[in-house]
């Protein structure tokens, strides 16, 4: 990443000045700032700024203010026939337009961020059709209140390009108008950045779980009722305060998804309906684990079969252990509960449940009670038979962990060829779940159909296989 020179500078810190020179990129999120410091006839002090920083404030020669949140040094180089040091500090983010000598970081009531290539998941848009198939804009924004709580809200809203208002702009070969789906972090007192960004990360990963890919941030603004125009003797409105650095990436420098077939697994109306934005944060430090592992295949290109079926066995795990039970006393009492309302089944279903857990419970009673489900829907297992599935998945998940060989002597365990078919049968068990978590009701049609959609039947796709290879293979 390159990183553009800015300007010389001042930089403050504990009532001292230096000088420094400030580097970044806004379009990736790169900043580096380096503070020089003369030195009469000796080497610099190595701790004569610390090896961290929560923020620092300075002002360019230029008359351009800024702070820096969260520098890290990474290098001190000595320039001896200067008789200079310099201490070369990354940063995580840098508020344009505020900093100068100011002594305290700048806090927030409100931060705008705006996502890339969500506006057809968003189901907003500031334009409409007239009734003469004209493109008209919206007379009023479009906002949906998703979290009101009394600390934070959040809402969503899309902004979009003006339509042409002179006849001149008509005149133009091409008339481009976008819109970009924004969401509007507000709390009751203002708080640091660090607060918005821990909130938005949450946020995202719910949306990142509903659209199935990596969502890219792209713009950041922040507004405080202490910074602001002054529009005409008692008139203010809040002045935005532009934010780059990691994870804000402008759109020109990503790559833009060319189908639309994510939007139709969970849509935004189905988050607001099922109530699925508050469930999702009231839980979200016992489901955040489960939720990290889901999508880490998201951020991690080319993944392997092996590393997404380690994921969503450990998700899985993580998932029962934090939402069932993790103990087993607890667990042999849910298992008598299930079994003593199926009499005909007792000893068989209670067999499967357990499934050796006798100190303690096994990966393969945990898969064993999730693939049973209560009987409140089928999963798919493709080839093998649901009473033999868990079995397989422990003994993989002990090969591929372990790598003992002896074990498939023992025991079926899943190739890699596999692993790719029946991947799809756990993402489907663990999204159920997801969505059980997210106050969707599991035993509708509508979810069902959902995961039938998403994934398809293992079972039809695995006997096409058979046959295309019985007879091209004979």
Not at 54 to 73: A, I, M, V
Not at 142 to 148: F, Q
Not at 195 to 215: G, Q, S, Y
Not at 399 to 415: G, M, N, R, V
Request: aromatic share 12%.
């Amino acid at each position: 990443m390159k990183l553009p020179y800015r300007g010389n500078g001042k930089i403050y810190y504990k009532g001292k000045e230096y000088n420094c020179v400030l580097y970044y990129n806004e379009q990736e999120g790169g900043i580096l700032l380096k503070i020089t410091v003369k030195n009469e006839n000796k080497l610099g002090d190595y701790l004569e700024v610390p090896l961290e920083m929560p923020y620092l404030c300075g002002q360019l020669d230029s008359g351009f203010k800024f702070t820096l949140l969260h520098l890290e040094r990474n290098g001190m180089n000595e320039l001896i026939s200067y008789g200079i040091t310099e201490y070369n500090f990354y940063a995580d983010y840098i508020l344009c337009g505020i900093g100068g000598e100011a002594s305290r970081e700048q806090s927030f009531k409100k931060v705008s961020f705006t996502l890339s290539n969500i506006v057809a998941w968003g189901e907003e848009s500031v334009y409409t059709i007239g009734e003469k198939y004209e493109l008209m804009g919206k007379n009023e924004e479009s906002r949906k209140l998703i979290i009101n709580g009394s600390d934070f809200s959040i809402s969503y809203w899309v902004s979009g390009s003006m339509l042409p208002v002179v006849e001149h702009d008509l005149l133009a070969e091409h008339i481009d108008l976008e819109q970009h789906g924004i969401f509007d972090i507000e709390f009751s007192t203002e708080q640091g950045l660090d607060k918005f960004l821990e909130i938005f990360d949450k946020l995202k990963r719910l949306i990142e779980i509903a659209v199935r890919r990596r969502l890219n941030l792209e713009k950041v603004e922040a507004y405080s009722s202490e910074i602001v125009y002054s529009i005409g003797d008692n008139t203010t409105i809040e002045r935005p305060i532009d934010v780059f650095g990691i994870g804000i990436k402008a759109e020109s420098a990503i790559e833009r998804p060319t189908n639309d077939y994510q939007w139709k697994w969970i849509s935004f109306s189905d988050l607001i309906k099922n109530n699925s934005f508050e469930l999702y944060f009231e839980k979200h430090e016992v489901l955040a684990p489960i939720v990290e592992l889901y999508l880490e295949p998201m951020y991690i290109n080319a993944s392997s079969n092996t590393r997404i079926f380690l994921n969503i066995i450990q998700a899985l795990e993580t998932y029962h252990s934090r939402f069932i039970t993790n103990s087993l006393d607890r667990y042999k009492e849910r298992v008598e509960h299930i079994v003593n309302g199926r009499p005909t089944d007792e000893g068989r279903l209670k067999k499967f449940l357990l499934a050796n857990s006798h100190k303690f419970i096994t990966l393969e009673s945990r898969i064993a009670d999730l693939l049973f489900a209560e009987e409140k829907v089928f999963f798919d297992t493709g080839d093998i038979k649901h009473i033999e599935f868990p079995a397989v998945i422990a003994h993989s998940r002990n090969y591929y962990i372990h790598y003992d060989e002896t074990l498939k002597e023992k025991f079926k365990i899943l190739s890699e060829e596999e692993l790719q078919i029946y991947n799809r049968a756990l993402l489907q068990i663990l999204e159920f779940y997801i969505l059980k978590e997210l106050g969707f009701p599991i035993d509708t049609i509508d979810v069902k159909k959902k995961l039938n959609d998403r994934w398809g039947k293992i079972s039809d796709d695995l006997n096409i296989l058979n046959l295309s290879r019985s007879k091209y293979n004979s």
